[in-house]
């Protein structure tokens, strides 16, 4: 049981992180035992309108603009504009200017705050986050964490995989994986 707030998950490469990520948000089935948001199973209805995921290599659409994306993705679930946490990431993260690029003229990081944008769009209890920090420089990774902190102080509840200690360090709880497995510390 993960509980509310700021979750890092911790291993070295190979250790399940990124697929307990990918189970929770439905994108794959577990090969034994279940995943559950909210007393609904991985993957199912209501357990996917509770959760938002950024993969690790941010998945947008290169022939739209970061707003587009946004509004798109904020149309899907019912809003006419993105959520207003996403409005409020955008000036943590000081990424007003990306708003109006399309994904192929970003850099590596500029992508990796589009990608949180795009997930912060839609309403959602849940964000699952694959290696946030990768590819930002040491103010950008800043911002991230204070962004999701804030992200948790509005009752979103963050599960991160990482190997950043930054992440780490501000995460309430640390689940140590090895094998596919919640290990001691």
């Known amino acids: 049981e993960i509980p509310a707030g700021t979750t890092a998950l911790v291993g070295h490469n190979g250790a399940g992180k990124s697929t307990l ?7 794959i089935r577990p090969t034994s035992g279940t995943v559950t948001i909210a007393d609904h199973l991985a993957g199912s209805r209501p ?55 399309f994904p192929r003229a970003m850099s590596k990081g500029q992508r990796q705050k589009a990608s949180l944008l795009v997930a912060t769009a839609r309403p959602c209890s849940v964000l699952l986050a694959d290696e946030p920090t990768t590819g930002l420089d040491a103010e950008s990774k800043a911002s991230l ?41």
């Open 21 to 27: 990520l990918m189970i929770t948000a439905g994108l």
């Open 47 to 101: 357990a996917r309108a509770l959760v938002s995921f950024v993969p690790d290599q941010p998945a947008l659409f290169d022939d739209l603009t970061l707003w587009d994306q946004m509004i798109y993705v904020a149309r899907l679930h019912g809003l006419s504009e993105p959520d207003e946490r996403s409005t409020r990431m955008i000036e943590l993260l000081d990424a007003f200017d990306l708003l109006e690029r």
């Open 145 to 185: 964490i204070a962004a999701l902190g804030e992200l948790v102080a509005g009752g979103t509840s963050i599960v991160s995989s990482t190997h950043d200690v930054d992440l780490i360090d501000a995460s309430d709880v640390k689940l140590y994986l090895s094998g596919g497995r919640i290990v001691p510390a």
